[in-house]
């Protein structure tokens, strides 16, 4: 049995987390500043109601016989770049960026001390970006870009990044909210706001990949789930910039790619594949 706690896990993937990991005998200790979420969990779960950006109140938590971490933690919403209200541009990257960090850097030592492991949800927007999400996958790319670092900084402590797609956790209709009616994007946010459903697995299927990381005896360093987040990312790592960018709008706009881009695209990506085979073979 293994102890770990896990920020973020009062609802959607940081709770489904904390639920598989009780069910499978380790030791929970559950994190959230939703003291109301936490109070749902079963007993077995041990829970504290606090902010991830507050690094005194997480140290008090942290238990001394850490095995894990698993940052579950993050905000979201959409809204176009220039739209977006500073004060939610902040929170963003107050919580899923200064908070995932103040998490992890007060549970270093104790980690270190047991051999133990971070476990870092992150995005496969931390590797792309969507219209309308450039804030969200801004913080995520700086999660990214952190967690890389850590991982080569560290002898003792295994540094793992799970990158699921669209999962339904609630999310994306919560992050609504802040599209703008009076935005000069106006004609894209009301589109949004009416018809973007990402669609996306159930946040049971990214924490089974959560848990894997946490009990594997050779964890990867990258976990990335469903096939959506694979092909965007194929999509990104081979396509034009151009008709990237048409296929991302195309994606948020629930609209199909039209025909003359897809054509396109298939010339871009059979040159692709053939330029990589042909440094392989």
Same mark, same amino acid.
């Given at each position: 049995?293994?102890?770990?706690?896990?920020?973020?896990?009062?609802?959607?993937?940081?709770?489904?987390?904390? #639920?598989?990991?009780?069910? =499978?005998?380790?030791?929970?200790?559950?994190?959230?500043?939703?003291?109301?979420?936490?109070? +749902?969990?079963? $007993?077995?779960?041990?829970?504290?109601?606090?902010?991830?950006?507050?690094?005194?109140?997480?140290?008090?938590?942290?238990?001394?016989?850490?095995?894990?971490? @698993?940052?579950?933690?993050?905000?979201?919403? #959409?809204?176009?770049?220039?739209?977006?209200?500073?004060?939610?541009?902040? =929170?963003?990257?107050?919580?899923? %960026?200064?908070?995932?960090?103040?998490?992890?850097?007060?549970? /270093?030592? !104790? /980690?270190?001390?047991?051999?133990?492991?971070?476990?870092?949800?992150?995005?496969?927007?931390?590797?792309?970006?969507?219209?309308?999400?450039?804030?969200?996958?801004?913080?995520?790319?700086? @999660?990214?870009?952190?967690?890389?670092? !850590?991982?080569?900084?560290?002898?003792?402590?295994? @540094?793992?990044?799970?990158?699921?797609?669209?999962?339904?956790?609630?999310?994306?209709?919560?992050?609504?909210?802040?599209?703008?009616?009076?935005?000069?994007?106006?004609? !894209? +946010?009301?589109?949004?706001?009416?018809?973007?459903?990402?669609?996306? %697995?159930?946040?049971?299927?990214?924490?089974? %990949?959560?848990?894997?990381?946490?009990?594997?005896?050779?964890?990867?360093? =990258?976990?990335?789930?469903?096939?959506?987040?694979?092909?965007?990312?194929?999509?990104?790592? !081979?396509?034009?910039?151009?008709?990237?960018?048409?296929?991302?709008?195309?994606?948020?706009?629930?609209?199909?790619?039209?025909?003359?881009? #897809?054509?396109?695209?298939?010339?871009?990506? $059979?040159?692709?594949?053939?330029?990589? /085979?042909?440094?392989?073979?």
């Amino acid at each position: 049995m293994s102890t770990v706690f896990v920020t973020g896990a009062a609802s959607g993937i940081g709770r489904a987390t904390a #639920l598989r990991l009780a069910g =499978r005998g380790h030791r929970v200790v559950a994190f959230d500043v939703d003291a109301d979420g936490l109070a +749902s969990l079963p $007993s077995a779960i041990e829970t504290h109601v606090g902010d991830v950006t507050d690094e005194e109140r997480v140290r008090e938590t942290l238990p001394s016989d850490l095995d894990a971490l @698993v940052n579950c933690a993050a905000t979201y919403e #959409l809204g176009a770049v220039e739209d977006a209200d500073w004060e939610v541009v902040e =929170r963003q990257f107050r919580v899923n %960026v200064f908070g995932t960090l103040a998490v992890t850097r007060a549970a /270093l030592p !104790l /980690l270190r001390a047991n051999g133990g492991r971070v476990v870092t949800l992150s995005s496969v927007l931390g590797r792309a970006s969507l219209p309308l999400h450039g804030v969200y996958a801004g913080t995520k790319h700086a @999660v990214e870009g952190v967690f890389d670092a !850590l991982r080569a900084e560290q002898d003792d402590v295994d @540094v793992v990044l799970v990158e699921p797609g669209a999962v339904r956790t609630g999310f994306t209709e919560r992050a609504k909210a802040g599209l703008d009616g009076d935005s000069v994007h106006r004609d !894209l +946010s009301d589109r949004v706001a009416r018809h973007y459903d990402p669609g996306g %697995v159930p946040p049971e299927r990214v924490a089974r %990949v959560v848990v894997r990381a946490v009990e594997s005896s050779a964890p990867k360093a =990258r976990y990335l789930v469903t096939g959506q987040a694979r092909l965007l990312l194929f999509c990104r790592a !081979l396509l034009p910039e151009p008709l990237y960018d048409r296929v991302a709008l195309a994606r948020v706009r629930n609209r199909s790619v039209p025909r003359a881009s #897809l054509e396109l695209i298939g010339d871009a990506l $059979s040159a692709g594949v053939t330029r990589v /085979l042909g440094r392989h073979g």
